[in-house]
C-alpha cells in the first residue's frame, strides 16, 4: 500500500513563499509520475502541478505557472512543490497524489494515490 504524507503548510503572507513535501512510502517511487493539487473551499479540487517519473517533465497550471516548481529527490522517496510570490487565491488546501504511469498528467483521474492534505493560507 501505498502512503502520502504532505507537510509544510501554513500561513503567510501575501507575496510569501512556502515549500511543500510530500513523502511516499513503499519502493517503487520512482515508478510513479506525482502530482499536486488544490482545493479551496465550496470549489472542485483543482490541478496544480505534476512532474514525471524521472522529474525531466514538468507541467503547471496557468495559474502559478512562473510562480511554483514541482521537484522530486527519487532518493529520498519526496515530491516537493515550492511556492513564491503568493496571493490570497492561492489559500486551498493542498494535495500531493500519485500516479502508476511514467508522464506527467494534470488530470485528476489518472492518480491512484492521494495524501491527506495540508493547509495553506495566504493573507493580504
Known amino acids: 500500500q501505498v502512503q502520502l504524507v504532505e507537510s509544510g503548510g501554513g500561513l503567510v503572507q501575501f507575496g510569501g513563499s512556502l515549500r511543500l513535501s510530500c513523502g511516499v512510502s513503499g519502493r517503487t517511487f520512482s515508478s510513479y509520475a506525482m502530482g499536486w493539487f488544490r482545493q479551496a473551499p465550496g470549489k472542485e479540487r483543482e490541478f496544480v502541478a505534476a512532474?514525471?517519473?524521472?522529474?525531466?517533465?514538468?507541467y503547471y497550471a496557468d495559474s502559478v505557472n512562473g510562480r511554483f516548481t514541482i521537484s522530486r529527490d527519487n532518493a529520498k522517496n519526496t515530491v516537493y512543490l515550492q511556492m513564491n510570490t503568493l496571493k490570497p487565491e492561492d489559500t486551498a488546501v493542498y494535495y500531493c497524489a500519485a500516479a502508476q504511469r511514467r508522464g506527467a498528467t494534470h488530470d485528476l483521474d489518472e492518480y491512484d494515490y492521494w495524501g491527506q492534505g495540508t493547509q495553506v493560507t495566504v493573507s493580504s
Open positions: 512532474i514525471s517519473w524521472s522529474g525531466e517533465n514538468t
